[in-house]
């Protein structure tokens, strides 16, 4: 599973965080003649304590599973060497990271997205592994030549809870009697039109250890997934042993 990831996974985000020129100052960058025998001692504590990128201190709850990603070109940060990890998640940014994450198994069929140009940097796969992800729409339709209109809404910040929907159908979770007793259980969508089980993949992400909730048990179906909780998903992912996931 590790070795499959770390190949499939070389670069996730394409196009949105390129991999930054800056480099953190290093301890020997300075001199014990300009700072002082104390101010050196201070600025080797600094370096030592630093985290992975300018944004991401070694006291954050997320620091391990983002410096995982960085090492292993999973995720990168912007050209002024942040991470950025409050900022949310897309869905264009979302489907690129079921497609590198699909398996032999991993059922793949194409949608025409109305909202997705054909052109775009995400468009192959949008109309191949966006179908995967909760949040999308799809109606009949006798106008269309092609018997549908479906929406994806690439630009849109994906929430947890249609997240969970990729990673369940991308590992092909279904055959699953996965429970979990999240406090907000009673918040995440039951059914839309795709006909996904959203309350499953969320109760799965949990006995997988793959996506948790809070200290509370909440799990916040309808909030945006950040760039910290992606790295965390994919670190979570990456070290699971679990025979699903193999």
Not at 66 to 83: I, S
Request: charged share 25%; proline share 3%.
């Amino acid at each position: 599973m590790k070795k499959r990831v770390q190949q499939l996974l070389s670069v996730t985000l394409i196009g949105i965080f390129a991999l930054g020129s800056a480099s953190a100052v290093k301890a020997d960058d300075y001199y014990i003649n300009d700072l002082g025998q104390e101010g050196y001692e201070e600025r080797l504590n600094e370096v030592k304590n630093e985290g992975p990128f300018y944004d991401v201190s070694r006291s954050a709850w997320y620091c391990d599973a983002v410096e995982y990603c960085k090492t292993r070109l999973l995720l990168v940060g912007d050209p002024d060497g942040n991470f950025r990890p409050e900022d949310p998640v897309s869905r264009a940014e979302a489907a690129t990271v079921l497609k590198r994450l699909a398996t032999e198994d991993t059922f793949v069929y194409e949608t025409y997205f109305s909202d997705v140009p054909s052109d775009a940097w995400y468009a192959w796969e949008a109309s191949s592994y966006g179908n995967l992800l909760g949040g999308f729409s799809k109606q009949s339709s006798s106008s269309s030549p092609l018997g549908y209109i479906a929406y994806f809404y690439p630009n849109s910040n994906v929430e947890r809870e249609d997240f969970a929907v990729g990673i369940y159908n991308v590992f092909n979770l279904q055959d699953g009697s996965w429970k979990a007793h999240f406090q907000d259980l009673d918040q995440v969508t039951w059914s839309d039109n795709t006909g996904y089980n959203y309350r499953q993949a969320v109760c799965a992400m949990r006995n997988l250890g793959i996506m948790v909730g809070d200290e509370n048990e909440y799990f916040h179906p309808k909030q945006s997934l950040t760039r910290a909780e992606l790295a965390q998903v994919l670190y979570n992912i990456d070290t699971n042993d679990s025979a699903w996931l193999r």
